[in-house]
């Protein structure tokens, strides 16, 4: 059972630059989240979807973009790369429902480094 | 706003010591309570939780109590290990689709 997987790992932009971080979960959850994690801050979230074609802002979404075509994956896009968007970034699902309904299952993180 | 407070670290602690990590909460309503560990270089987990007032979570020799009069979730282990060398997370759930935070408290266990 894989949970949730992202990928890249590590990713080295340069200002302006697009890419997307990818996010599965093999769990059948409903909820997804993205959060990026900053030294001192906690975590703070993006971008969230409570299913498939419903997506929603979260405390810090400008400059991303999210989209969630099946249950299964949750992309987050970053349109135009800066600086102030070095950080680490976490997927998270959880069911949504049940006695676990609100307990996240995280990825392993992508360290994205903006030049 | 709803907010969480949690000591800073680092927490150096030597093994066999006893641990607390304090965590108070500013929350409305009555929230669901977590605990999350990031060992190095992985995601969050999942330590323990409570979900109403007076429960106390427990997960490997870890433990927490709901105190809504205090507004608090302290953690306590009464004897570290190496292996216990992480960032711990206290985080809260109102309702809706919100997990609110704390900046993390990072604990170094030395042998």
């Known amino acids: 059972n894989a949970g949730v997987t992202q990928t890249p790992k590590f990713q080295v932009l340069k200002t302006g630059q697009s890419m997307t971080l990818q996010c599965a979960q093999d769990?059948?959850?409903?909820?997804m989240s993205w959060y990026r994690q900053d030294p001192g801050m906690g975590l703070r979230l993006i971008h969230y979807?409570?299913?498939?074609?419903?997506?929603d802002q979260g405390e810090v979404p400008n400059g991303y973009n999210v989209s969630r075509s099946t249950t299964e994956d949750f992309p987050l896009r970053l349109l135009s790369a800066a600086p102030s968007q070095t950080s680490v970034y976490f997927c998270?699902?959880?069911?949504?429902?049940?006695?676990?309904?609100?307990?996240?299952?995280f990825g392993a993180g992508s360290r994205l480094t903006v030049l | 706003g709803d907010s969480v407070t949690q000591m800073e670290g680092p927490v150096t602690l030597s093994e066999e010591a006893f641990l607390t990590i304090n965590c108070t909460y500013t929350?409305?309503?009555?929230?669901?309570l977590f605990w999350y560990v990031q060992y190095p270089g992985e995601g969050l987990q999942l330590l323990l939780k409570?979900?109403?007032?007076?429960d106390k979570g427990s997960n490997k020799g870890f433990e927490a109590t709901y105190r809504k009069e205090t507004t608090s979730f302290h953690l306590e282990k009464g004897s570290v290990q190496v292996s216990d060398s992480a960032v711990y997370f206290c985080?809260?759930?109102?309702?809706?689709?919100?997990?609110?935070f704390g900046a993390g408290t990072r604990l170094f266990v030395k042998a």
């Open positions: 929350a409305t309503g009555y929230p669901s």
């Open positions: 409570a979900t109403k007032a007076d």
């Open positions: 985080a809260f759930h109102t309702g809706g689709f919100k997990t609110i």
């Open positions: 979807s409570v299913g498939a074609g419903i997506t």
């Open positions: 998270a699902s959880n069911p949504g429902q049940g006695s676990g309904a609100n307990v996240l299952t």
């Open positions: 769990m059948n959850h409903e909820y």
